[in-house]
C-alpha cells in the first residue's frame, strides 16, 4: 500500500554531513508522523527524530543540535540534514511513516522502509 524510498546514504568522514531523503507513494491523501530510525551493528533500532503533518518535531539527545528533520506535505518527503557527523552515528538509517490516509479514504498504520547505510569513517 505504501512505497518508501530512502536515499542519501554513503561514506562521510567524520564532522561531514549528509542528508537522505524518503519518498512516500501509493495512493497517499495524507501521512500524520514521519520518522528517522537507525540501527547501528550489534544495537537495536532507534529513534532518530520524527516529525508530525504539523511541523512538531522530536529528536534524539544523541543529534539534538547536529541533525534536522523537515518534510515536503506535497510531495510525501521527509528529510534528514545531519551535520558534525561522529563514527557512532554509523547505522542503517530507516523511513517510518505512520497513520497514513489513502485517496479511498482508508488508513494504513505503520510502514518502513528498506534502510539507507550511512557510514561514518577516516
Known amino acids: 500500500q505504501v512505497q518508501l524510498v530512502e536515499s542519501g546514504g554513503g561514506l562521510v568522514q567524520p564532522g561531514g554531513s549528509l542528508r537522505l531523503s524518503c519518498a512516500a507513494s501509493g495512493s497517499i491523501f495524507s501521512i500524520n508522523t514521519m520518522a528517522w530510525y537507525r540501527q547501528a551493528p550489534g544495537k537495536q533500532r532507534e529513534l532518530v527524530a520524527d516529525i508530525t503533518s504539523g511541523g512538531i518535531t522530536n529528536y534524539a539527545d544523541s543529534v539534538r543540535g547536529r541533525f534536522t528533520i523537515s518534510r515536503d506535505n506535497a510531495k510525501h518527503t521527509v528529510y534528514l540534514q545531519m551535520k558534525s557527523l561522529k563514527p557512532e552515528d554509523t547505522a542503517v538509517y530507516y523511513c517510518?511513516?505512520?497513520?497514513?490516509?489513502?485517496?479511498?479514504?482508508?488508513?494504513?498504520?505503520?510502514?518502513w522502509g528498506k534502510g539507507t547505510l550511512v557510514t561514518v569513517s577516516s
Open positions: 517510518h511513516v505512520d497513520r497514513v490516509g489513502f485517496l479511498l479514504g482508508t488508513v494504513g498504520m505503520d510502514y
